[in-house]
């Protein structure tokens, strides 16, 4: 079975996230796709990020009834930072049946070369890349292992999502209705006290 691997923070998952994946299932010859939920991106701050659980929480909510998504928290478990090739090795060993598809933006491809054991990665596994605003992919965009995927370009991000939040605006119509009322109701991202200016 053909399984695309979509990492993420997913801080948090809005409508983007998902046009891209269901454009992925029903293009590019997928079977099934996973929302591999990372717990610590070792590019990112984890000060930053929402716990763990609760942004499982969200794509849960968010993908509830959709038989070809799946949340996937196999990173939690894992040592931390998480890197994709220690990801990738234990879910080949756990699923041998499965044939595993790493999905990336043109953006991370470009970059590709900077993570542990790339050329790794290139040898076993298939790569699916999406195009982003301002990536061309770089010069590893014409390997034999790496499929261009022409996706609908989506500008919508998390940080968009974060910072509106936090400046009191109603953005539930860029996220799915289940995860945005979760949010909403846990008060997730909202500005706190100590962030108000000092007079």
Request: net charge neutral; with cysteine; proline share 6%.
């Amino acid at each position: 079975m053909k399984t695309g691997l979509y990492f993420g923070s997913f801080n948090p998952v809005h409508n983007g996230h998902l046009m891209l994946a269901n454009y992925l299932t029903e293009y590019s010859g997928l079977d099934c796709l996973w929302f591999v939920i990372s717990p610590q991106n070792p590019f990112k701050k984890k000060e930053s990020l929402l716990p763990d659980y609760q942004r499982l929480e969200l794509m849960k909510r968010a993908i509830e009834g959709y038989r070809k998504f799946s949340a996937c928290d196999i990173e939690f478990q894992m040592p931390k930072p998480s890197y994709t090739i220690d990801t990738l090795t234990y879910l080949h060993e756990k699923y041998p049946e499965r044939e595993f598809y790493l999905i990336m933006g043109t953006d991370n491809l470009e970059r590709f070369d900077h993570w542990k054991n790339y050329e790794q990665i290139l040898k076993n596994y298939n790569l699916i890349v999406f195009p982003r605003n301002g990536s061309d992919g770089g010069y590893l965009k014409n390997h034999p292992k790496i499929q261009i995927v022409n996706t609908p370009l989506i500008e919508v991000s998390s940080t968009f999502i974060r910072e509106s939040i936090q400046e009191g605006k109603d953005v539930r119509f860029f996220m799915p209705e289940k995860a945005f009322e979760y949010l909403d109701e846990m008060n997730f991202y909202k500005k706190s006290k100590k962030n108000t200016p000092l007079t």
